[in-house]
């Protein structure tokens, strides 16, 4: 079994070790003495569901003595991953330089905000500054020429898999190295359409401008079309009985035409006509609706746990256990490295190391 050591808190590393642990990998979740992750406070169940499975050990890694434990633990792991600005694995003795010199054959991955270099690198960054950055804000892609704040983290979740993408990459070819993944570029990656379009001449057009992508109001909720091709828009067109519609399907005032017609009926009766003339339509559910949703709940979901969205041979990837208590697996992890029961109470003793 690979072994992963979770130098993260939060939520892009959380992401990207929860998936690794549902794969089977054995993840060990390092954590400081004094506080450890602080999703446990900002969201207990996000906590929870982006750390069953894990083993937690608890250890000071600021003390040279505690950092002898941890390159113990490293030469029994393959894979360990960080969310440290640039610069504190290196103060801290556990950059990828070093820990090559403890296992040549470490796969080391770093998850950071701008990346490791350029003017940015070293500040503190959060979603919402990297989506900025990385044109995903730009006013001129909302129909009110306005910027608004996008409701998921796509660079926190984009970087998370992007790590883990680059850390099977390297065991797929049987080698140690460095992956770097940065919320920036994650975000860069998902406005890759967009900058395409724009650096064409275009306007991008998936951005609610256009009547064919577009979110309508039906008498009791709201519907989401993304009629792209033509012969979707001509679907839809046929199905409203607006055949007059089909050459303006990028004409942006044709959006009040649709409208009109999808306020006369309710959701049901909306997407009843549309699916039966093949538009690509779908239900706009509200975050409590999700688990009335047919669809996600014959794909399991349900507001108890985490939904990992991989699928193996048919079957739903999932790990079993509860998340761990800060330093709760710290006395087995340390007694596994060789460590004796009494030599674990005197780390324990001098604060090194915390269960």
């Keep these: 079994m690979y072994r992963v050591l979770d130098l993260t808190r939060l939520y892009p590393g959380g992401v990207a070790t929860r998936l690794l642990a549902d794969l089977g990998f054995d993840v060990i979740k390092v954590e400081d003495t004094e506080v450890g992750d602080y999703l446990r406070e900002i969201s207990p169940r996000l906590f929870d569901w982006l750390n069953a499975g894990k083993r937690s050990l608890a250890i000071n890694l600021k003390d040279p003595r505690g950092r002898e434990v941890f390159y113990r633990l490293v030469r ?47 500040l503190s960054n959060h979603d919402i500054n ?7 804000l730009d006013p001129s892609l909302f129909s009110d020429g306005e910027p608004r704040l996008l409701t998921a983290q796509v660079a926190d979740v984009g970087s998370a898999l992007l790590c883990v993408i680059g850390v099977l990459g390297l065991l797929l070819n049987g080698i140690g190295g460095r992956i770097e993944t940065s919320m920036l570029e994650a975000a ?19 951005t609610g401008k256009y009547p064919f ?15 792209i091709e033509n012969r979707f828009w001509s ?14 399907q990028f004409d942006k005032e044709a959006i009040n035409e649709v409208n009109k017609e999808l306020a006369k009926h309710s959701v049901n009766e909306a997407l009843k006509v549309l699916w039966d003339h093949d538009v690509p339509a779908a239900p706009l559910n509200t975050i409590m609706g ?29 790990r079993r ?35």
């Design 76 to 122: 029994k792991s393959h894979v360990v991953i960080e969310g440290f600005r640039p610069g504190v694995a290196e103060r801290l003795g556990i950059d990828y330089e070093t820990l090559r010199g403890v296992n040549k054959g470490i796969v080391y991955c770093s998850i950071n905000g701008y990346g490791n270099s350029g003017p940015y690198s070293g």
């Design 130 to 136: 990297c989506v900025g950055v990385a044109g995903l």
């Design 188 to 206: 860069l990656l998902f406005n890759t359409l967009n900058i395409a379009m724009a650096y064409e001449g275009k306007e991008p057009t998936l």
């Design 213 to 227: 992508y577009n979110v309508y109001r039906c008498r009791d909720g709201y519907i989401t079309i993304g009629a």
């Design 235 to 248: 679907n839809l067109c046929r199905a409203l009985n607006r055949e007059d519609l089909i050459h303006r």
């Design 290 to 318: 999700l688990e009335n949703d047919p669809q996600l709940t014959s794909r399991g979901f349900s507001r108890e746990g985490f939904l990992n969205p991989l699928m193996v041979n048919g079957s739903r990837l999932m």
């Design 321 to 355: 256990g509860k998340p761990p208590r800060r330093g709760e697996d710290t006395v087995k992890i340390l007694m596994e490295l060789g460590l004796t029961i009494d030599e674990v109470n005197e780390l324990v003793r001098l604060g090194i190391v915390a269960k």
